[in-house]
């Protein structure tokens, strides 16, 4: 049976949905790796940022704005360093101007993906899978880049169902 890891950013408090500003207890890309836990059985893996992003959405989304033309790499509290023993590789989160929060990018870029299948998980308020496929193909040298999972933030909560076909479609 293939070993499944998911490595997830995902921000609780202020967020955006269906065009109101709403607190969430857990974030929308959390819950998605939790069903993706359930359906195929995966460890996973929270990345937390040291310096955490502004509470308030609208300072947030200017603090992740900031990062990306800064092409930041926010340190974070731990990191994984050896994923040799998975053969799948989830990289999950929310789509922040049209990609990754960048303390992905942090992760991303200390793993050896060589032989490795990865695929794009993405929760958005709009943008889809935005440039998460194209990012594992960049960030991931050597990994086979499977199926991209996009789920609207909003319809998160509902989305179980949908998320168990796709992972146990995809991550075999
Ligand atoms: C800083 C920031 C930037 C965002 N940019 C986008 C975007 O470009 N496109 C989009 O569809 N949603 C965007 N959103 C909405 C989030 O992607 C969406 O709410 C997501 O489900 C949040 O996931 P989380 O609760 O796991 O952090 C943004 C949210 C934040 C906080």
Same mark, same amino acid.
């Given at each position: 049976? #293939?070993?499944?890891?998911?490595?997830?950013?995902?921000?609780?408090?202020?967020? !955006?949905? =269906?065009?109101? /500003?709403?607190?969430?207890?857990?974030?929308?890309?959390?819950?998605?790796?939790?069903?993706?836990q359930k359906a195929v059985g995966a460890d996973l893996f929270e990345l937390e940022t040291v310096k955490e992003y502004p509470a308030d959405y609208m300072e947030c989304?200017?603090?992740?704005?900031?990062?990306?033309?800064?092409? #930041?790499?926010?340190?974070?509290?731990?990191?994984?360093?050896?994923?040799?023993? !998975?053969? =799948?590789?989830? /990289?999950?989160?929310?789509?922040?101007?049209g990609t990754y929060p960048c303390a992905v990018f942090t992760q991303l870029e200390k793993l050896n993906f060589k032989g490795k299948h990865v695929f794009p998980v993405m929760t958005h308020e709009g943008s889809g899978e935005a440039k998460s496929r194209s990012e594992l193909k960049k960030f991931c040298t050597g990994a086979k880049v499977g199926k991209a999972l996009a789920v609207q933030g909003s319809k998160c909560p509902g989305a179980e169902e949908a998320v168990a076909r796709w992972a146990e479609k995809n991550l075999k």
């Open positions: 049976m #293939a070993k499944n890891l998911v490595i997830y950013y995902s921000r609780k408090g202020q967020n !955006y949905v =269906n065009g109101e /500003i709403v607190e969430l207890e857990k974030g929308n890309t959390e819950l998605i790796a939790e069903y993706i989304t200017e603090a992740a704005k900031q990062d990306l033309r800064d092409n #930041a790499r926010p340190k974070l509290k731990e990191m994984l360093h050896d994923i040799s023993e !998975y053969d =799948n590789i989830v /990289i999950a989160g929310p789509c922040w101007w």
